[in-house]
């Protein structure tokens, strides 16, 4: 991969994060396009407001056109422009003059992060609010504040995108991200960021699996796309990961499956313990995302999700600290390289069973030097305990696990092997 790849993905979240995104509406729409733009395959959806989906409705669509607070001398105390996030997401239209102490109640702000605007949402019950930061909300002055919020609510529709990349084989991998939050870097845009550019690199594979890839309004997009394709699902999907959270620097997170040992599972821990041995294992009682839908009683999906750092768990999660100094090039880099190694291992797999009784006479195929000395065998060493295990018995991702060598590695040795005749195939896991 490049090291300029991070750089790019960079850029690409620097021209995202303006948009005022939410569950519906035209950020949602602006976002999309853009992605379509490197992903022209993309195909964008909308599902009509009132839609029922399993527990849930879609709601109206939410028009955000500008908001402010005039404080008593006409200047704007806070400004939607300057931040999308100083306004509480799918606030209702608002025109009046309101004194201090009554403006209070619809405001927010964090005491013990005084310099962070916080992310605050109102989806399914009409409200208003703004958002401001705990050092600006101790300068307003008492008197009477003009608030203004230039919106709508009306029906319409909920907009997601999927992405269908076939296979040799009808299964599927499903890939999952989520685009609805307004400029919050690591905790909404570093996923469809990293997930548009893994899907890119998928489109240039011969592809054993076929791979399912979804850009969806966390929670009610998860659960509208459920209700439409559950059955498909159930019956194709032998993996899959929600991206979220893939951009910062700091941590390497795994947050497993409901079942905890699934394919995905599996692939998930065995990568990071080679990429990032020290990272973290959270329980599935601390999800937070659209695991929680996937991964539901009925639903059962295999979905996991590897991260960096992990939502809830860093101080600018949620707020206006979120921003793109806290996600790196870097960081999206190698965050797209461990999905990258994820989808190998599960392209690679097999069951790969040896063809000769004992030990092959490896120099005899220029496999091993034909001057036995101290140290002749250690360049030969992975090839050699892949043989051992190769019963036909056990895949290709138990064996990596076995003699700890990554499943991605060892895959060429396997190939190498079956041309010389001493490893078959034919038990495809």
Not at 117 to 143: N, V
């Amino acid at each position: 991969m490049s090291n300029e790849t991070g750089q790019h993905m960079h850029e690409l979240m620097g021209q995202l994060w303006p948009i005022c995104r939410s569950i519906t509406g035209d950020g949602v729409r602006q976002t999309l396009a853009i992605l379509q733009q490197s992903l022209p395959q993309l195909e964008i959806n909308e599902i009509p407001t009132g839609t029922r989906c399993f527990d849930w409705t879609v709601p109206n669509e939410w028009t955000i056109r500008d908001a402010y607070v005039l404080d008593p001398d006409g200047n704007k105390a806070i400004d939607f422009q300057q931040s999308n996030l100083h306004l509480v997401n799918y606030s209702m239209p608002v025109d009046l003059e309101l004194e201090l102490d009554e403006l209070q109640p619809y405001l927010h702000s964090l005491p013990e992060q005084p310099d962070a605007i916080p992310y605050i949402t109102s989806y399914y019950r009409e409200s208003w609010g703004f958002c401001l930061t705990q050092r600006a909300r101790e300068r307003l002055r008492p008197g009477k504040y003009r608030i203004v919020i230039d919106s709508e609510l009306k029906p319409g529709s909920l907009s997601y995108a999927e992405l269908l990349l076939p296979g040799e084989s009808e299964r599927e991998v499903f890939i999952s991200t989520y685009v609805c939050h307004p400029s919050m870097a690591n905790n909404e845009l570093s996923g469809p960021i990293v997930t548009s550019f893994l899907a890119q690199w998928l489109q240039t594979l011969d592809r054993r699996y076929s791979y399912r890839i979804v850009f969806i309004p966390e929670t009610i997009g998860a659960i509208c796309y459920l209700s439409k394709h559950l059955q498909h699902l159930q019956q194709r999907v032998i993996a899959g990961y929600v991206v979220t959270c893939v951009g910062d620097e700091r941590a390497w997170s795994f947050m497993p499956s409901r079942n905890g040992n699934s394919l995905s599972d599996q692939v998930a821990r065995h990568v990071l313990k080679h990429l990032a041995p020290d990272y973290t294992e959270y329980s599935f009682l601390e999800r937070g995302s659209d695991e929680r839908q996937y991964c539901s009683p009925g639903v059962d999906l295999p979905m996991a999700s590897v991260m960096r750092s992990k939502y809830v768990t860093y101080p600018e999660y949620h707020t206006s600290l979120d921003d793109m100094k806290l996600v790196t090039p870097l960081g999206l880099q190698q965050a797209l390289q461990a999905y990258q190694r994820m989808i190998e291992t599960i392209e690679s797999d097999c069951i790969p069973a040896a063809t000769v009784l004992c030990e092959p006479k490896m120099s005899d195929r220029g496999l091993r030097p034909t001057l036995g000395k101290r140290g002749s065998a250690d360049a030969g060493k992975a090839m050699m305990n892949l043989l051992a295990y190769a019963d036909g018995k056990q895949q290709l991702l138990d064996i990596a696990e076995i003699i700890n060598e990554p499943a991605w590695e060892l895959r060429p040795l396997v190939d190498q092997m079956v041309e010389l005749d001493l490893l078959r195939t034919d038990q495809p896991c």
